[in-house]
């Protein structure tokens, strides 16, 4: 009779752990499709911020070309307004001192209108709360 009490318990066990054993693979297979959803998004968004972060590179560095061009365009009319006043400093050349006063001033617009590409940055991939 105990014999029979302890096959009893042994087959309700195993019969418990089967059903156990089957929900929790339902379980894992379900965590698993969830994870592979998961990293769909992932990825995506991935590609996404990897086309934001390209947007943003370009744009700086079309601001950088920008402001290294007005900084050409300044160091070279100041040196014409030193030119013009070291060869002639009783009467400065009015043709290289307007040449490099035009050219200093031409370089301070590329430089004001550099940063018309920190805004285009600002205006399609940052939030408002973020300062450049």
């Known amino acids: 009779m105990i014999n029979m009490k302890r096959i009893v318990l042994i ?13 929790s693979t339902q379980n894992l297979d379900s965590l ?3 994870l592979a959803g998961s990293h769909d998004e992932l990825i995506a968004e991935l590609e996404y911020m990897d086309e934001k972060i390209a947007s943003i ?6 601001a950088h070309e920008q402001y290294r061009t007005g900084t050409h365009f300044v160091v070279a009319g100041v040196l014409l307004q030193g030119v013009a006043v070291l060869f002639n400093s009783s009467n400065p050349s009015g043709l290289l001192l307007g040449l490099g006063t035009l050219s200093t001033a031409v370089g301070g617009v590329i430089w004001i209108d550099s940063h018309k590409h920190f805004y285009r940055v600002r205006g399609k991939h940052l939030p408002n709360n973020i300062n450049l």
């Open 11 to 23: 087959l309700l066990f195993m019969c418990a752990s089967l059903t156990n054993k089957a929900q």
């Open 32 to 34: 698993y499709e969830d």
């Open 57 to 62: 590179n370009l744009h700086l560095e079309k």
